[in-house]
């Protein structure tokens, strides 16, 4: 009888694990943010801090690649715009991440919107711990296949936080 008693509570243990990590907190938005936006989002075991960065391209055709063209750049550190790239090309944004807690936080990126498929990133869904800083590259890659236009989203960084010690082993 204990020997079952075990099992079930090893396997409940297993269903709360998976759940907890598996839950997937935020859905697609049914508007993009316009400017650089913070939101605190929490659950019983996790809370998260949110965020959210318009994200823009305009992708031209590759025959305008040997012309002359205006860019502009955008320098605002709230917006992930890459401005215009012709078909072919690619781009990148930085950003830098800090964790100034005193425990260690869960960091990821979510992508949103018709550029969703562009965006890549050189890391994602990692540990950060405590005072420790790191720079991120945002890269936008278009292929030869892809039809001019503006692509539009919103790019998210998620921070998880556990709100009880005992949950940091499955952060």
Same mark, same amino acid.
């Given at each position: 009888?204990?020997? $079952?008693?075990?099992?079930?509570?090893? @396997?409940?243990?297993? #269903? %709360?694990? /998976?759940?907890?990590? +598996?839950?997937? &907190?935020?859905?697609?938005?049914?508007?993009?943010?316009?400017?650089?936006?913070?939101?605190?989002?929490?659950?019983?075991?996790?809370?998260?801090?949110?965020?959210?960065?318009?994200?823009?391209?305009?992708?031209?055709?590759?025959?305008?690649?040997?012309?002359?063209?205006?860019?502009? $750049?955008?320098?605002?550190?709230?917006? @992930?715009?890459?401005? #215009? %790239?012709? /078909?072919?090309?690619? +781009?990148?944004? &930085?950003?830098?991440?800090?964790?100034?807690?005193?425990?260690?936080?869960?960091?990821?990126?979510?992508?949103?919107?018709?550029?969703?498929?562009?965006?890549?990133?050189?890391?994602?869904?990692?540990?950060?711990?405590?005072?420790?800083?790191?720079?991120?590259?945002?890269?936008?890659?278009?292929?030869?296949?892809?039809?001019?236009?503006?692509?539009?989203?919103?790019?998210?960084?998620?921070?998880?936080?556990?709100?009880?010690?005992?949950?940091?082993?499955?952060?």
């Amino acid at each position: 009888m204990k020997a $079952i008693k075990k099992i079930i509570f090893i @396997l409940i243990l297993i #269903i %709360i694990t /998976i759940v907890l990590v +598996g839950w997937d &907190h935020f859905s697609t938005p049914k508007q993009f943010v316009s400017n650089q936006t913070f939101v605190k989002n929490s659950d019983p075991f996790f809370s998260y801090e949110v965020t959210k960065y318009p994200s823009n391209v305009e992708i031209i055709s590759s025959q305008h690649k040997e012309q002359k063209m205006t860019i502009g $750049i955008v320098t605002d550190p709230w917006n @992930l715009n890459f401005g #215009i %790239i012709p /078909i072919g090309s690619h +781009g990148t944004r &930085h950003i830098t991440i800090s964790n100034s807690e005193k425990n260690k936080v869960r960091v990821s990126f979510k992508v949103y919107g018709t550029i969703k498929p562009l965006i890549s990133f050189n890391k994602n869904n990692f540990i950060l711990l405590p005072n420790e800083s790191i720079y991120v590259d945002i890269s936008l890659n278009t292929t030869e296949r892809m039809r001019p236009g503006n692509y539009t989203g919103e790019i998210n960084v998620i921070i998880k936080k556990p709100n009880l010690n005992f949950l940091y082993w499955i952060l």
